[in-house]
C-alpha cells in the first residue's frame, strides 16, 4: 500500500511537466496517499557565482519557486485538490533533493517526468536516471 507519492517537477519547464504532475495525483488517489511535489533550485550560493547577484537573490528565488508550484498544481488539479497537497521547494542538485525530500517525507512511491535528453545527458545521466538508480523505493517514470 502507498502512503505517500511524492512528484517531482521542473517549474523552469512551463507546462512540460503538468502531465507528470496529474499522473501523480491520479496513482495517490488510487491509494487514498498523500501527494507531496517538489521541485529544485540550483544552488548558487557556495561558489563564485553568488557574488553575481544581490544578497536576497536566493530568498526572491524561493518565492517566486513556491508561487509557480503552487500555480502548477491550481492549473492541472484545481485550488480544491491543491489544498491537500504538500509543496516543496529545495535547493540543489536536482536528482539530490529528490531523493532527500523522498526520504523525510515518507515517501513510498516517486513520480518523475523523462524528457527527450540531450547530449550531454547520455555522458552524465538525466536526472530521472539517477533517482531511478538511488532511490530507495519504488519510482514512476512518466514520458
Not at 487514498?32 to 557574488?51: H, I, N, R, Y
Not at 528565488?61 to 504538500?86: P, Y
Request: charged fraction near 20%; glycine fraction near 6%.
Amino acid at each position: 500500500m502507498t502512503n505517500s507519492v511524492l512528484c517531482a517537477v521542473d517549474i523552469s519547464n512551463g507546462d512540460l511537466d503538468v502531465h507528470v504532475l496529474k499522473k501523480a495525483a491520479a496513482l495517490a488517489q488510487m491509494e487514498d496517499a498523500q501527494l507531496d511535489v517538489v521541485t529544485v533550485l540550483p544552488d548558487f550560493g557556495e561558489s563564485w557565482v553568488s557574488g553575481f547577484f544581490q544578497a536576497d537573490f536566493h530568498e526572491k528565488a524561493l518565492e517566486e519557486a513556491q508561487t509557480k508550484l503552487t500555480d502548477m498544481c491550481v492549473a492541472a488539479l484545481g485550488a480544491e485538490r491543491n489544498e491537500t497537497v504538500r509543496h516543496v521547494v529545495a535547493t540543489g542538485t536536482a536528482y539530490q533533493e529528490i531523493l532527500k525530500t523522498a526520504e523525510s517525507a515518507g515517501s513510498d512511491l516517486i513520480v518523475i517526468g523523462a524528457h527527450k535528453p540531450d547530449f550531454k545527458d547520455y555522458l552524465l545521466g538525466p536526472n530521472a536516471a539517477r533517482v531511478v538508480r538511488h532511490s530507495n523505493v519504488s519510482v514512476f517514470v512518466v514520458r
